[in-house]
């Protein structure tokens, strides 16, 4: 057995906060189908191509079947994906003004085949219009292709913050290069324990939730004292007004109201306790009204990533589950 300090260097524990995962050297794991259907929607949905024969728009994001994972493992990132997505396009003849619909198809976009080497099958409801077929098929594959690698990169990068956590050698480093391009000497710089005010690295939550309410009476769960202790079951402070404070949950969550406008949108400062003191992430809600219903499209920026799966959960549980418990008893008393 090796004396104390004579371990292998990649199992010792360094002076971190958190003691875990030193060097990035045991197996971690993260889910990124969420975060990946909510990506490729953006990357895909309203993608133009345009052309001497006309101009075509993918429509929607019909259907995304699948799942991504991303690993961490002895310091190495390894990506897991693979999906089969129908997109659904239209188009304008641009001589004749006809307009035509169609569909693109993604079989089997994964890992093991590079972006140019996927297949994507074009195909155009029956009638006339083949030439806007033919431009989705050239100019349309080459901007699907191009976007699916949009995807891949913001997979590899903007997801994975905070997975391949700094050892003190490359906080050292970092440090150093910083003085040296600043002017500073090496005898200048601090000791990577003298480091305060590390920023920690974040992640973004996108949810959408349809509520069989409008958007008006939705808004107003959020925004009127009475309504948001009935569903948090907490004495809560509500300020519902630009700068006003809010608390819920028992001093759980905190943070302000930055923007409102009625029926339609809502910004705030918002923090779990449990974050490093003063951080917040920024919380946009949007209400979009849906004849009797509406869909609340929540963007949470800034959320460490230690604490992404149980904001998640909060959002979900505690918010949207129990708003919607309260919007059946407001029914049901009606009835």
Same mark, same amino acid.
């Given at each position: 057995?090796?004396?104390?300090?004579?371990?292998?260097?990649?199992?010792?524990?360094?002076?971190?906060?958190?003691?875990?995962? *030193?060097?990035?050297?045991?197996?971690?794991?993260?889910?990124?189908?969420?975060?990946?259907?909510?990506?490729?929607?953006?990357?895909?949905?309203?993608?133009?191509?345009?052309?001497?024969?006309?101009?075509?728009?993918?429509?929607?994001?019909?259907?995304?079947?699948?799942?991504?994972?991303?690993?961490?493992?002895?310091?190495? =990132?390894?990506?897991?994906?693979?999906?089969? =997505?129908?997109?659904?396009?239209? %188009?304008? *003849?641009?001589?004749?003004?006809?307009?035509?619909?169609?569909?693109?198809?993604?079989?089997?976009?994964?890992?093991?085949?590079?972006?140019?080497?996927?297949?994507?099958?074009?195909?155009?409801?029956?009638?006339?219009?083949?030439?806007?077929?033919?431009?989705?098929?050239?100019?349309?594959?080459?901007?699907?292709?191009?976007?699916?690698?949009?995807?891949?990169?913001?997979?590899?990068?903007?997801?994975?913050?905070?997975?391949?956590?700094?050892?003190?050698?490359?906080?050292?480093?970092?440090?150093?290069?910083?003085?040296?391009?600043?002017?500073?000497?090496?005898?200048?710089?601090?000791?990577?324990?003298?480091? *305060?005010?590390?920023?920690?690295?974040?992640?973004?939550?996108?949810?959408?939730?349809?509520?069989?309410?409008?958007?008006?009476?939705?808004?107003?769960?959020?925004?009127?004292?009475?309504?948001?202790?009935?569903?948090?079951?907490?004495?809560? *402070?509500?300020?519902?007004?630009?700068? %006003?404070?809010?608390?819920?949950?028992?001093?759980?969550?905190?943070?302000?109201?930055?923007?409102?406008?009625?029926?339609?949108?809502?910004?705030?400062?918002?923090?779990?306790?449990?974050?490093?003191?003063?951080?917040?992430?920024?919380?946009?809600?949007?209400?979009?009204?849906?004849?009797?219903?509406?869909?609340?499209?929540?963007?949470?920026?800034?959320?460490?990533?230690? %604490?992404?799966?149980?904001?998640?959960?909060?959002?979900?549980?505690?918010?949207?589950?129990?708003?919607?418990?309260?919007?059946?008893?407001?029914?049901?008393?009606?009835?």
């Amino acid at each position: 057995m090796a004396k104390w300090g004579q371990g292998d260097p990649r199992w010792i524990v360094e002076e971190r906060a958190d003691a875990t995962n *030193v060097n990035n050297w045991h197996w971690t794991e993260r889910d990124a189908t969420s975060w990946s259907k909510s990506k490729l929607k953006e990357v895909l949905v309203g993608l133009v191509v345009e052309g001497e024969a006309g101009r075509c728009e993918i429509s929607d994001l019909k259907h995304v079947e699948g799942e991504a994972s991303c690993n961490s493992r002895k310091g190495k =990132l390894i990506f897991f994906y693979e999906w089969n =997505l129908r997109l659904s396009w239209r %188009g304008t *003849v641009k001589e004749s003004g006809e307009k035509h619909k169609g569909s693109v198809e993604i079989p089997n976009l994964s890992e093991e085949n590079e972006v140019d080497d996927t297949e994507i099958n074009v195909s155009k409801k029956k009638g006339e219009g083949d030439v806007l077929k033919d431009l989705m098929r050239t100019e349309g594959t080459s901007k699907v292709r191009e976007a699916l690698r949009d995807y891949l990169k913001a997979l590899k990068t903007e997801f994975t913050l905070g997975m391949i956590l700094p050892t003190k050698a490359t906080v050292g480093q970092e440090l150093a290069t910083e003085r040296k391009r600043s002017g500073h000497t090496m005898q200048d710089s601090l000791s990577p324990q003298d480091i *305060v005010g590390v920023k920690i690295p974040t992640v973004m939550i996108l949810m959408r939730e349809i509520f069989n309410s409008p958007a008006d009476e939705l808004y107003s769960i959020f925004t009127t004292k009475e309504l948001v202790q009935k569903f948090s079951k907490c004495p809560a *402070v509500i300020e519902a007004e630009k700068g %006003g404070k809010l608390q819920m949950f028992d001093g759980s969550v905190s943070g302000e109201y930055t923007e409102l406008v009625p029926s339609q949108r809502i910004v705030l400062k918002w923090r779990c306790r449990s974050w490093p003191d003063e951080h917040y992430a920024v919380v946009a809600l949007n209400f979009k009204a849906m004849a009797a219903q509406t869909e609340l499209q929540l963007e949470c920026k800034g959320v460490p990533v230690s %604490g992404e799966d149980s904001t998640r959960q909060c959002w979900k549980q505690q918010y949207f589950e129990e708003i919607r418990v309260l919007l059946q008893q407001s029914k049901d008393s009606m009835e």
